[in-house]
């Protein structure tokens, strides 16, 4: 990734002159200021800043973005992002992707770059359902909901992104919520931060199709009480007073319990720390957890460091050059099984 610098940038050097075009309360509204308020202390230039998106209301961002961008094809967006690191290693890049976008036409590519760790930060903005194309069900949104294409509700089990992401052995994964401005920002700055790929569930409300999906785990009256917010070190303690707790039974699952001293309580030290570089399982575990069973998980699930794939690639390109000196394309197009038309044919 491009090297940070000394400049002095702020929120306003990030947004264009284009008119954000997102229905009136759309959650990617709040994600655009959160991350346009991040990357000045990220420290890179924008010309050294790229997003690249898909398609669907998310893949709008490009246009918003001071920076260098590309409004891709459908599910594409990962492996464009993959090339252009390969061949631009210094490059900062973001991909913007949805629900639909990602995880649907596009999961095939999402799990590769995911298993790749190609150095990469993957936002991926998760409304359970389809927005740009009027509200069909999505491969995240819940079983029973009633869409135009599902007009007697869904009867598909719904993905969940951050398991498919630990399921690909992603090396930084997180999710956040989209008007959580403070803590998104954390995660921001984490991902940003990771060598290899960053993938982040962002919760994002659809106020037209899917109008308050998220809001028993992220409204400011009761989030406190059903959000897990995880930190590294730290016991899984939940509510106004830290007063419940995540333990683990003997068969290795998670039950909520309340912490304290009295009758029926478990003292702290029989709490779960979370770790980020624990067994991959046990992230596994936490992204399984879900309101109203459990609280759901917000911050870093898992952050472990492997080599990135880019780096690898470009540590194989500079053994080859060594070995062999670099190439000249016109004797690389004139070697090997080479062909001559003419008027009397086709000579070998």
């Known amino acids: 990734m491009s090297k940070p610098t000394q400049l002095k940038l702020n929120k306003k050097d990030f947004e264009t002159d284009q008119d954000v075009r997102w229905c009136p309360g759309c959650g990617d509204y709040a994600i655009l200021a959160t991350v346009q308020r991040h990357l000045p202390s990220v420290g890179i230039k924008r010309e050294d800043t790229v997003f690249i998106s898909g398609i669907g209301c998310s893949s709008r961002f490009p246009y918003y973005m001071k920076t260098y961008g590309f409004h891709t094809i459908h599910g594409r967006a990962p492996a464009i992002a993959s090339g252009l690191k390969i061949a631009r290693p210094d490059l900062s890049i973001w991909v913007i992707t949805g629900d639909g976008d990602g995880l649907s036409i596009g999961g095939n590519h999402l799990i590769h770059v995911l298993r790749r760790n190609v150095d990469l930060n993957i936002l991926l903005f998760n409304n359970r359902i389809y927005g740009l194309t009027k509200g069909q069900y999505s491969p995240t949104s819940v079983a029973g909901t009633k869409a135009p294409s599902t007009p007697m509700g869904s009867i598909d089990h719904p993905i969940n992104p951050v398991s498919i992401a630990l399921g690909a052995n992603a090396s930084f994964v997180a999710r956040a919520a989209d008007t959580d401005a403070k803590s998104f920002s954390k995660v ?97 575990m936490l ?62």
């Open 188 to 284: 921001l700055a984490r991902a940003s931060a990771h060598k290899g790929t960053s993938f982040v569930e962002i919760m994002q409300n659809c106020p037209v199709f899917n109008d308050g999906v998220w809001a028993d785990v992220t409204s400011k009256k009761t989030k406190v009480e059903r959000q897990l917010v995880l930190e590294q070190g730290q016991p899984l303690l939940f509510g106004k007073e830290k007063q419940f707790g995540i333990r683990m039974t003997a068969k290795f699952t998670p039950e909520v319990v309340e912490v304290g001293d009295g009758e029926g309580k478990v003292p702290v030290s029989e709490i779960i720390v979370h770790d980020e570089q624990a067994n991959p399982a046990y992230a596994y």
């Open 287 to 348: 992204g399984l957890m879900q309101y109203p069973e459990f609280p759901t998980p917000v911050g870093v699930l898992r952050a472990v460091d492997k080599p990135a794939y880019d780096d690898l690639a470009a540590g194989q390109i500079e053994a080859a050059i060594d070995k062999k000196g670099r190439g000249e394309i016109h004797k690389l197009l004139r070697s090997g099984m080479t062909w001559e038309v003419g008027p009397d044919g086709v000579r070998g």
